[in-house]
């Protein structure tokens, strides 16, 4: 992944999502800024969640930390961190 890219980041919970009342994917930057994305379940695979990124999202090259959170009726169920580098794209200038 890269900096100033769109993509459809997806987190499998293991745990059928198609029940839950809220979806949300938790993040950390490499600067510590924290934050969350709305989610939804893939119909597909009721186990995971994806969040379509938006320009801007990937605002920082470094290890950024994903957390899926799951809301069941007031209950909060919280994954596993997913650690992943976004890359700064090498550029060329012409």
Known sequence: M??????RLRLNTHTDLSIATDLHIRYRTPTGQTGSWPA???EADDTVMYYDTQQGDFNRSGIWDFQAIVDYNGNINKGRIA????????????
């Open 83 to 94: 650690r992943v580098f976004i890359h700064k794209p090498i550029t060329v200038e012409d």
């Open 40 to 42: 939804q379940f893939d």
């Open 2 to 7: 890269f900096t100033g890219t769109n993509i």
